[in-house]
């Protein structure tokens, strides 16, 4: 294990394609998989991989985050020394601006011990060996070391993330993007790994100009003077960066060997626990290829579907392809298709809800339909 790495999870994400499950909570609490939110696997690598000292910054409506990190101590990451740091954004800070977050902070920086740093987003699900990557890194002697995903179908996925364009030695030499136009494409999974003295030169180096928000539109306009390799990793990867993406990774969750790589048991995806009572499967009820989280009443069918803890699925209701967040009810002979709660959401009796797998129908947080 490489402890001489400090993590950073940049919560700097734009979430304007997925503001109806946002609204009131970070990109990176969203609920997924049942019980999990999307920071838990970001989070659970760096963990993983024996990373001790892990800060978060993120920039507004955190209060649900905080509560769900709690002390870190699902992570391990509950310390005297060290352990987990949430860092807001000031109140001057516009919106995407880590740059600014960095500076305002920098003391944390200057305080950790560690020489190395890893930064990372949350919205690229993977069960990453960190390890591997850190070992690559600092045996390469690379500048910065980008982590990245060699993929053939990217003409239908990861549209709009970043693209690498890596020379014959293993150099990044230029940025793109993503625009479904070729089926192969070096994604970016927007993992950095850098001697933290070279982040903290770019951040004050950001400041002092005034050249660049972010961080890595510093590294990407200096890839002529800068050693910027790359660490390939060839496991299952998502992007989340809209309701299209949120929904598909979900639904790709149902399939057996994609859960089984993304919660590996030689790294676990720790999470939050609650404590509840099981899931009650009644007579009338009829459950298949779906994920049921505790404290959940099932009386009616639910094919190919995640239900979250503690929502009341009532006798005669048909849910197929759905994501219901958690303490919704759904009253008697209630029909839904692709469609996703958010949470405590009442459905009456003898109500349909249909939309299609590209456009699954989205009902805000607390609403009642009658």
């Not at 294990?1 to 503001?19: A, H, P, R, T």
């Not at 500076?103 to 011990?113: A, H, V």
Request: with cysteine; glycine share 4%; aromatic share 10%.
């Amino acid at each position: 294990m490489y402890e001489n790495f400090m993590g950073i999870i940049n919560l700097d994400e734009n979430d304007d394609n997925i503001k109806e499950l946002s609204r009131d909570r970070t990109f990176a609490s969203i609920p997924i998989a049942g019980r999990y939110r999307i920071i838990d696997f970001i989070l659970s690598n760096m963990a993983n991989s024996g990373i001790e000292n892990i800060g978060i910054f993120t920039k507004m409506e955190s209060r649900s985050l905080i509560d769900h990190l709690s002390n870190g101590r699902p992570w391990d990451l509950s310390r005297k020394i060290d352990g987990l740091r949430v860092f807001n954004f000031t109140e001057e800070a516009p919106s995407f601006d880590d740059v600014h977050n960095f500076s305002k902070n920098i003391t944390y920086f200057k305080r950790s011990k560690e020489d190395y740093v890893i930064i990372a987003s949350s919205y690229m699900l993977c069960n990453i060996d960190l390890n591997q990557a850190m070992k690559f890194h600092i045996r390469s002697k690379n500048d910065i070391t980008i982590v990245y995903k060699n993929v053939e179908d990217a003409d239908s996925r990861f549209l709009h993330c970043e693209t690498l364009n890596i020379n014959e030695k293993g150099r990044v030499v230029s940025i793109g993007r993503n625009i479904g136009v070729n089926k192969e494409a070096n994604i970016n999974m927007e993992i950095y790994m850098m001697e933290k003295k070279i982040f903290l030169d770019i951040v004050n180096e950001c400041v002092s100009t005034g050249s660049y928000r972010k961080v890595k539109y510093h590294i990407y306009n200096c890839l002529e003077h800068l050693k910027v390799g790359v660490f390939e990793f060839e496991g299952y990867l998502s992007c989340i960066n809209s309701i299209k993406t949120y929904y598909r990774t979900s639904m790709e969750l149902l399939d057996h060997k994609v859960m089984k790589e993304l919660f590996s048991i030689e790294r676990p995806i720790y999470t939050k626990t609650n404590d509840e009572i099981p899931a009650k499967y009644f007579q009338s009820s009829n459950v298949k290829n779906s994920i049921i989280a505790n404290g959940c009443s099932i009386y009616g069918t639910v094919e190919n579907s995640i239900i979250f803890r503690r929502v009341n699925v009532s006798k005669g209701s048909i849910l197929r392809n759905c994501i219901v967040l958690e303490n919704c009810v759904l009253g008697e002979n209630v029909k839904m298709e692709y469609t996703i709660l958010n949470k405590n959401v009442c459905i009456d009796s003898n109500r349909e809800l249909k939309g299609d797998k590209y456009t699954p129908v989205v009902i805000q947080n607390d609403e009642k339909i009658y």
